[in-house]
């Protein structure tokens, strides 16, 4: 079975500075999907960014990049010139290609707080 | 398209008492998923649908708990006799599928049961 593990349960960041969350996965499959979601206080998941696997070009979304190291089966949320709404629970999340492509696996989550 | 509806929003119930949450998807999804998140930890997968259809179930904790999708439009779950260890956040998800990728899910704002 697939795990995904979130080894900082807290980080902080200064608003407008970048910080890096942290996650790793086990998977004996080739082929996935790797997403991470935030969660605000409202408490609906909101997807952030997808890196396909098969794919070696790491994703970008605005201010949100993915550092993806199959290999090493890492996957690392990059957060640029954070601002205070980006304050949320940030998970990562696992989705098999294959027969378990109907279920995403996450991880604990990380809680980020940006500091004014 | 207001997103994925859920209601009610909080439900605090006594123990032994059945329960049921209702999930209202992105009209044209074909899929809707089941999530519960407890504190501290990520959303686990309970079941899914497709249209009406419900192929995924083996994941629904106990028998107490039950998902319903009529004419593959709203879902219902319900949680028989329930006790304080069912006390979470239940998740509701929508995507629409096509061709087996580009699947994004959806996420509603959950229903936060509490057992007493």
């Known amino acids: 079975a697939q795990t995904v593990t979130q080894s900082q349960p807290e980080m902080s960041v200064q608003e407008a500075e970048t910080v890096t969350l942290s996650c790793t996965y086990d998977?004996?499959?080739?082929?996935?999907?790797l997403f991470w979601y935030k969660q605000p206080p409202s408490r609906q998941m909101i997807l952030v960014i997808r890196q396909e696997a098969y794919k070696q070009q790491n994703a970008t979304e605005n201010r949100f990049s993915v550092n993806f190291q199959k290999a090493a089966k890492s996957f690392s949320l990059k957060i640029s010139d954070s601002q205070l709404g980006d304050a949320a629970m940030y998970f990562c999340a696992y989705r098999s290609s294959g027969g378990s492509n109907y279920k995403l696996t996450f991880g604990k989550g990380t809680l980020l707080t940006v500091n004014p | 398209d207001t997103g994925v509806s859920q209601d009610p929003r909080h439900k605090i119930t006594k123990r032994g008492q059945n329960v049921t949450f209702r999930c209202d998807p992105i009209s044209e999804h074909n899929r809707l998923y089941w999530y519960r998140q407890t504190l501290g930890q990520g959303p686990e997968f309970l079941t899914y649908f497709q249209n009406e259809a419900q192929l995924e179930k083996s994941r629904l904790l106990s028998d107490r708990f039950s998902a319903e999708r009529p004419k593959g439009s709203f879902s219902t779950l319900e949680i028989q006799r329930t006790e304080q260890g069912d006390s979470a956040m239940y998740l509701c998800a929508s995507s629409l599928v096509f061709g087996g990728h580009g699947e994004k899910l959806f996420f509603g704002s959950g229903t936060q049961l509490s057992v007493l």
């Open positions: 998977t004996s499959e080739s082929d996935y999907y």
